[in-house]
């Protein structure tokens, strides 16, 4: 028996469509969810995602690829199979895959998460018999404050810095992370700079007419003596954070999930942690799998054998994506009646 989608080594698959979701290979047909690296990969023949992931993916898998955009809840059927995508809030562009053949629905969430960042479209639940989801943080133990009491905490040790001559170095991925840091922390009665890899997607972004508040690329001129007190946005990776060394008086803040979660590991690249994740939480995971109204949740990326475990536990049936192939068949051949209130 062969699925609606596969899991094979170039991603997941569709036979009946001949086309991939977010392949790890070159491909001739691929569906991308959104622009992160590790899900938009060069050397396809022909792209698809949503309108907002276009400039990203232009800038990144380069200027003449073959791209086809779409709206959120736009359908488009592909040999008698149906697809359309839809919002995921995990970056800007994001995008659950829907995808539908003689009344069987199958979801593929790509990176998601629930709470609502104020930049990205927010994450809309879609109905599906068949839920394959991401699992980054699928341990109970990952719990997320309120984005809010976050954003709170970064603008009061940037203030507290400032107040005490210091530059706030904040680090965290260019993409996503970077976008919904500037969009929700206040005004600052100081400059507030970018790194140049931040800058350039800033700039794609703005070109593409999504709204962002402005920033100050970073230039080798600056001085230890000209950044004291202002913000400074920069990536975690070492080679972009040559020109710290110029500094001397300076905090660094790192905003990610993983902050906080491996205690015992010393980390001596950051002062203060933020945890801020563009990932669901635990209990986000559980509400999205519950709002799907799916029976067969398959899991992909992060804790997904403990997260598979948990919902057989919840009386589901799950195995993880990479074991999908070895699934008997009773695992989706008896689909309910989809609930589509
Ligand atoms: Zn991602
Ligand atoms: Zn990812």
Known sequence: MSHLLEYTRKGIYCPQADIYIDPSRRV???????????????????????????????????????????????????????????????????????????????????????????????????????????????????????????????????????????????????????????????????????????????????????????????????????LKGCLVLSQPSAADNLWLRKLTDYSVGFCSGWVGAFEKKKHTSYHQGFVLSDHSDWDELNTAVKETGAQCIYTTHGYTSEFSKWLRVCGLQSKELENMNNTSEQMVMSLPELNND
């Not at 706030?168 to 996503?176: E, I, K, P, Q």
């Open 28 to 226: 001739e047909n691929a569906i991308i969810t959104h622009a992160h690296g590790d899900h938009a990969r060069p050397g396809s023949k022909h792209y698809l995602a949503h309108k907002h992931s276009e400039p990203v993916l232009r800038m990144r898998l380069g200027e003449q690829i073959s791209l086809r955009t779409v709206e959120y809840g736009e359908s488009f059927t592909i040999n008698g199979v149906r697809f359309s995508l839809h919002p995921a809030g995990h970056i800007i562009g994001s995008a659950q895959i829907r995808v539908e053949y003689k009344g069987e629905v199958w979801v593929v969430s790509g990176d998601y998460k629930l709470q609502n960042d104020n930049f990205c479209a927010p994450f809309e639940p879609v109905k599906c018999h068949v839920f394959i989801t991401e699992t980054t943080f699928g341990l109970s133990k990952f719990k997320w404050q309120p984005q809010q009491t976050v954003i709170d905490e970064i603008t009061n040790w940037t203030i507290k810095n400032h107040s005490e001559g210091k530059t706030s170095v904040l680090m965290g991925y260019a993409l996503g992370k970077m976008q919904r840091l500037l969009v929700n922390l206040p005004k600052f009665d100081f400059p507030v700079y970018a790194h140049s890899s931040i800058v350039k997607l800033h700039d794609r972004l703005c070109e593409a007419g999504l709204q962002l508040p402005d920033v100050i690329p970073l230039k080798q001129t600056h001085t230890a003596n000209s």
